[in-house]
């Protein structure tokens, strides 16, 4: 995997801006993810591809975290603006407060690669959302990795 450095979105995330959202969510981000959005808020990447279940997947960019997506021509990839867009098709908890499935990147065709919290709140897996399978309430994921570390090895 190879950072396309000149699309990595400004300003970069900020401890406060961090601390915000995970407020909001309501869960911690692993420490893989932080410091790995800290550099590359956003960014495209070079053969980003992965595969699962005999299928290949594109990884578009990954999102960014803004504390103002109304002046950034990158909010549309702001985690927020997108996690807010497709919000009740992550979860099948009508009542959740927060988060338990977080898109973090982009996948070719619709799709999201997520942090899924749902088995454990302090260690996420990774998986694949699919937006042509799930439905209001009736979320589709596949575990791609145990951890966003692995994610990125799998990229690599």
Wanted: aromatic share 12%.
């Amino acid at each position: 995997m190879k950072i396309k450095h000149n699309t990595i979105v400004k300003p970069l995330p900020t401890d406060e801006l961090i601390k915000k959202h995970e407020k909001f969510w309501r869960l911690k981000l692993p420490e893989s993810f932080l410091r790995f959005i800290k550099e590359n808020n956003g960014a495209e990447i070079d053969d980003g591809t992965f595969e699962y279940s005999n299928r290949g997947y594109a990884v578009e960019r990954f999102l960014c975290m803004l504390d103002d997506i109304e002046d950034n021509a990158n909010g549309i990839y702001d985690i927020d603006v997108v996690f807010t867009q497709i919000g009740e098709r992550l979860t099948d908890n009508e009542d959740l407060l927060g988060a338990e499935v977080l898109p973090i990147a982009s996948i070719f065709a619709g799709d999201f690669v997520c942090l899924d919290y749902r088995a454990d709140k302090n260690n996420p897996s990774v998986c694949i959302w699919s937006h042509e399978e799930s439905g209001e309430f009736d979320p589709v994921t596949y575990k791609v990795a145990d951890s966003f570390s692995e994610f990125l090895n799998i990229l690599e």
